[in-house]
């Protein structure tokens, strides 16, 4: 299995912003598509955002104008920005990595709390 690293989550008020980062091990990060998703206590793991080895994205509707999600090749990391954060974006959030619609790792999470 390829480990997933993610990092950058942590208390934020409403209106804020954060960035995450998953790090990726191995020699073909370039050619996975990388999705983030999210986790509320006692909920379902939801999809978040994703970005295709060629770099096309899609997003939640719940999300769409407010978080961004972009990967840098050289630095085998995808990047989730959060912006104009919400309470309902609490959620521990995750991060995958896919080759032809197939599962190769998940992360073990980072935590994102909006409060004031």
Same mark, same amino acid.
Do not use: H
């Given at each position: 299995?390829? +480990?997933? @690293? /993610?990092?950058? %989550?942590?208390? @934020?008020? +409403? !209106? !804020?912003?954060?960035? =995450?980062?998953?790090?990726?091990?191995?020699?073909?990060? *370039?050619?996975? #598509?990388? !999705?983030?998703? *999210?986790?509320? +206590?006692?909920?379902?793991?939801?999809?978040?955002?994703?970005?295709?080895?060629? %770099?096309?994205?899609?997003?939640? #509707?719940? @999300?769409? %104008?407010?978080?961004?999600?972009?990967? #840098?090749?050289?630095?085998?990391?995808?990047?989730?920005?959060?912006?104009? =954060?919400? &309470? /309902?974006?609490t959620a521990v959030y995750y991060c995958d990595a896919k080759?032809?619609?197939? &599962?190769?790792?998940?992360? $073990? %999470?980072? $935590?994102?709390?909006v409060s004031s």
């Amino acid at each position: 299995q390829v +480990p997933l @690293v /993610e990092s950058g %989550g942590g208390l @934020v008020q +409403p !209106g !804020g912003s954060l960035r =995450l980062s998953c790090a990726a091990s191995g020699s073909f990060f *370039r050619f996975y #598509d990388m !999705g983030w998703y *999210r986790q509320a +206590p006692g909920k379902q793991r939801d999809l978040v955002a994703t970005i295709t080895s060629a %770099g096309s994205t899609n997003y939640a #509707d719940s @999300v769409k %104008g407010r978080f961004t999600i972009s990967r #840098d090749n050289a630095k085998n990391t995808v990047y989730l920005q959060m912006n104009s =954060l919400k &309470p /309902e974006d609490t959620a521990v959030y995750y991060c995958d990595a896919k080759i032809n619609n197939n &599962p190769v790792a998940w992360g $073990q %999470g980072t $935590q994102v709390t909006v409060s004031s």
